[in-house]
């Protein structure tokens, strides 16, 4: 079983020093760094680290939030590492996934986060029936007025093409196909 560890700073001025003596001192075998946000979804050391890993490796950090740019990225990311019989430990957590006690409290915090992704859709929910009895519907404001659709269909009945017509009251030829398509029907 081999120890890889991943560190990752922010900013190029940030300096990666303190994760790897951690990881090194942890037993890492290989670090593989980036120096990039954890917001950003293209992150080259952690593609090349989860690349590397093998199934009975273990898979360390130095805090769970240089892994994962939110918990539903963290427990996905881990989630793949268990199905390819990866480890995953975060030092300062003292989260070690190959341990019954570490995948305890890894899926504690799993749960914690789709329990937060469910009150966060309920609200939306919430909020948008509220708006829509109160007679507001949420969207994008029609582009297409009847007022236009109409002055488009008379400038199409005196030759123009669509495509023209369109040009001409400032909307889409698309929207304008659409439209003339859905009032034919």
Not at 81 to 98: A, M, N, P
Not at 133 to 139: D, F, I
Request: proline residues 1%.
């Amino acid at each position: 079983m081999a120890s890889i560890g991943y560190a990752r700073v922010s900013t190029h001025d940030q300096n990666l020093d303190l994760q790897r003596d951690a990881l090194n001192a942890a037993g890492c075998s290989t670090v593989f760094e980036d120096k990039i946000s954890g917001a950003k979804s293209d992150r080259p050391g952690l593609a090349d680290a989860l690349a590397y890993v093998r199934d009975g490796d273990l898979l360390m950090v130095w805090k769970l939030d240089r892994l994962g740019r939110s918990m539903s990225h963290l427990i996905k990311t881990v989630n793949d590492l268990e199905s390819r019989g990866v480890g995953f430990k975060s030092l300062t957590e003292q989260i070690d996934t190959t341990t019954a006690s570490g995948r305890l409290i890894f899926h504690v915090f799993a749960s914690l986060g789709q329990f937060e992704r469910d009150l966060n859709r309920e609200r939306t929910q919430a909020g948008l029936q509220a708006a829509e009895a109160r007679g507001r519907k949420g969207g994008r404001k029609r582009v297409l007025t009847d007022e236009k659709l109409t002055k488009a269909k008379s400038h199409i009945a005196k030759g123009l093409t669509v495509r023209e017509a369109a040009s001409r009251v400032k909307v889409g030829k698309t929207v304008l196909y659409s439209m003339l398509s859905d009032k034919k029907s």
